[in-house]
């Protein structure tokens, strides 16, 4: 019997650089790379720490962020939005690690560097609802993402609020892009696995998502 020709799923693995789409590339990420990028984020957490920020609807967020590059993704009591400097310190954001400049060239866009990138720590209780990355000026450049430690059950849905969602775990050194038609897919974290890392001293998890927040 000849076999049916497979749909191209929207949620594709391993595919060329220019794919639309869910790409997930486990550990894209070595442990040195891992390491190396985690002293990086440190140096920068110290002159810009995280903060938990406000929802507009003045619920704290259990996950506490940070940002680097020109622009800070930022929420409080007048919305969502991308702002300059750190709300607490005042200070223009810390600049990106370039090993994640290099990543986004080799992923997401070789012409077009980032100028935001948003870092979230989780603790063990941290979670995110599902939510559309859509505070950025164009759709065509896509979110990268990159996780360190404590792995993550991560719920990926459709562009539509009511779509299925399906379940897929972040752990240390993976990355995966919202790209294309997958630019605007639902995503949230369900829960971080306790104990499933020991790349960050006291356990969490880290998720930096690079992104082009003004027109290229
Ligand atoms: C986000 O959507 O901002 C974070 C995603 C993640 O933590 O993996
Ligand atoms: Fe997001």
């Given at each position: 019997?000849?076999?049916?020709?497979?749909?191209?799923?929207?949620?594709?693995?391993?595919t060329?650089?220019s794919?639309?789409?869910f790409?997930?590339?486990?550990?894209?990420l070595?442990?040195?790379?891992?390491q190396?990028?985690l002293?990086?984020v440190?140096?920068?957490?110290a002159?810009?720490?995280f903060v938990?920020?406000?929802?507009?609807?003045?619920?704290?967020?259990?996950?506490?962020?940070?940002?680097?590059?020109a622009?800070?993704?930022?929420?409080?009591?007048?919305?969502y939005?991308?702002?300059?400097?750190?709300p607490?310190?005042?200070?223009p954001?810390p600049?990106?690690?370039?090993?994640l400049?290099?990543?986004?060239?080799e992923?997401?866009?070789?012409?077009?560097p980032?100028?935001?990138?948003?870092?979230?720590?989780?603790?063990?209780?941290?979670?995110m609802?599902?939510?559309?990355?859509?505070?950025?000026?164009?759709?065509?450049?896509?979110?990268?993402?990159?996780s360190?430690g404590?792995?993550?059950?991560?719920?990926?849905?459709?562009?539509?609020r009511?779509?299925?969602?399906?379940?897929?775990?972040?752990?240390?050194?993976?990355?995966?892009?919202?790209?294309g038609?997958?630019?605007l897919?639902h995503?949230?974290?369900d829960?971080?696995?306790p104990?499933?890392s020991?790349l960050i001293?006291?356990?969490?998890?880290?998720?930096?998502t690079?992104?082009?927040?003004?027109?290229?």
């Open positions: 019997m000849r076999e049916m020709p497979s749909i191209a799923p929207i949620w594709t693995q391993m060329p650089a794919t639309s789409g790409r997930l590339l486990p550990g894209r070595d442990l040195d790379a891992q190396g990028l002293d990086e440190m140096a920068r957490v002159v810009a720490p938990r920020q406000v929802t507009p609807g003045g619920k704290p967020m259990s996950v506490a962020m940070t940002s680097f590059g622009l800070g993704w930022t929420t409080d009591l007048a919305g939005r991308y702002e300059r400097r750190h607490a310190t005042g200070a954001w600049d990106i690690p370039a090993a400049l290099d990543l986004w060239a992923l997401a866009d070789p012409r077009t980032p100028d935001a990138c948003l870092v979230n720590f989780y603790n063990a209780e941290a979670r609802s599902l939510h559309q990355d859509r505070d950025e000026a164009d759709f065509g450049f896509p979110v990268l993402s990159v360190l404590d792995t993550a059950v991560f719920r990926i849905g459709g562009t539509r009511g779509d299925p969602t399906r379940s897929v775990r972040l752990a240390s050194g993976d990355v995966c892009l919202l790209a038609d997958a630019r897919i995503h949230g974290v829960r971080i696995l104990g499933s020991r001293p006291g356990g969490g998890r880290i998720n930096l690079v992104r082009r927040a003004e027109p290229g």
